[in-house]
């Protein structure tokens, strides 16, 4: 593959160092986080056919390391919450052995991010698996860094507030593997969306994902979030119809550092679907979530893409905003409604189903329109009118909930 650093499968089976590309999200989203690289690479290298992925339970998925797809990965993929540089595995189940296996692994380190004077810090990812707790685990890392590094005669130093690089250490089905976390810092925490993110915000992954599940495709269809709340759907859709980079308000990934990947970040800190023009709409009732959702729009720099409006979505009027996408250049007969309604914490029974059955209603006005819902209340499906076509458990912030897609 074009610009990898990638080993035969069977040198992987039996090597201590691998060499692989990680992209790990919420449980669930195996399938989507390949559909939307796959996209991605599609449009910024021609030349590049990502392989199959290799499931990793149920919210991983692994490639071959290539250069190029990494810096796709870590600057555009929305449905990801970190991008792995997967460097070491083991199987030992004691801190001795593991220590011993980085080590040699380590003392044979020939990939550009092993120099002298790096800084670096170490979180424990997945760790529940191994006998050892967590910090024990982080200090044998640590330590083979360190003691392997001084004797190839570099000095590499621990910085748990600005590092150069964050490795990680995982296990899963009693394999330790020791990985480069090209993100640096969690990819759901895009940078736009201001602290508290108005009542029960959605993250920001889970909206690309709710995305990518009602297959809007932008260059067709509207877009409408009638309880948009702090606008994290919208801004997620006006992203991803443009390919925007997910780094804002001056964030950077940690690959920026490592050689090689400067040039290819740089190149790629635009949209890749620049063409596309997204028409969107995002409504709110409340007052002061739809003024802190301002700000949001702004530094996610889709202000001008997202045509907002504060008040009751049972006032939109459908014919009104059928010549509101005409105006703007689409199709009026396409369009997609999704959003994440209450759950029921705040709502007696009666208006939650009044309010689900008005959704219902407000679709229904929109022919040729689809419509996706996260949700908890297994009473949606009644009070909306129709059972869903696809429906998919999706889990929030730990509720589980389930994603309704009805056409």
């Not at 200090?139 to 507030?161: E, P, Q, Y």
């Not at 895009?190 to 599940?213: D, F, I, N, Q, W």
């Not at 759950?343 to 929109?366: F, I, K, Q, S």
Request: some cysteine.
């Amino acid at each position: 593959m074009a610009g990898g650093m990638s080993e035969t499968p069977a040198a992987e089976d039996t090597a201590r160092r691998v060499d692989r590309l990680q992209l790990v999200g919420i449980t669930g989203a195996n399938k989507v986080m390949a559909g939307e690289l796959s996209r991605l690479v599609r449009r910024a290298f021609d030349d590049i056919r990502l392989p199959e992925p290799v499931k990793e339970g149920q919210g991983a998925v692994s490639y071959p390391f290539d250069l190029r797809t990494a810096a796709v990965a870590v600057m555009h993929h929305r449905t990801s919450s970190r991008v792995y540089w997967n460097l070491y595995r083991s199987r030992a189940e004691r801190l001795e052995p593991l220590y011993d296996d980085l080590c040699a692994a380590i003392a044979a380190e020939d990939r550009p991010w092993l120099r002298d004077g790096l800084s670096f810090s170490v979180h424990p990812a997945s760790t529940q698996e191994f006998a050892a707790g967590a910090r024990q685990l982080v200090g044998v890392l640590k330590n083979a860094l360190i003691d392997t590094a001084a004797k190839r005669g570099l000095t590499l130093r621990v910085d748990v507030d600005a590092p150069d690089l964050v490795f990680a250490i995982k296990v899963f089905e009693g394999v330790v593997t020791v990985s480069l976390d090209l993100g640096g810092q969690a990819m759901n925490q895009r940078g736009y969306r201001s602290e508290g993110g108005g009542v029960a915000p959605l993250r920001e992954t889970v909206a690309a994902m709710l995305v990518m599940l009602a297959r809007h495709d932008a260059r067709t269809e509207a877009f409408l979030d009638p309880m948009a709340g702090s606008g994290t759907l919208a801004i997620e859709a006006a992203c991803m119809a443009r390919g925007r980079p997910l780094w804002v308000g001056g964030r950077r990934p940690a690959a920026v550092r490592l050689p090689g990947f400067a040039a290819l970040c740089t190149a790629l800190d635009r949209p890749l679907f620049g063409d596309t023009r997204p028409i969107v709409f995002a409504n709110e009732l409340d007052r002061a979530t739809f003024g802190q959702a301002e700000g949001n729009y702004r530094r996610a720099g889709v202000d001008t893409e997202v045509e907002r409006k504060c008040g009751d979505f049972r006032d939109i009027d459908p014919d009104a905003l059928r010549r509101r996408v005409a105006a703007r250049g689409g199709n009026p007969d396409r369009g997609l409604i999704l959003c994440n309604p209450p759950y029921g914490e705040r709502l007696a029974p009666d208006e939650l189903n009044g309010l689900y059955r008005e959704l219902g209603t407000l679709w229904r006005h929109l022919p040729g329109w689809r419509a996706g819902f996260i949700v908890a209340n297994p009473e949606f499906e009644l009070a909306f009118g129709q059972l869903a076509r696809v429906k998919k458990p999706v889990s929030n912030a730990q509720l589980p909930a389930y994603f309704l897609l009805f056409d």
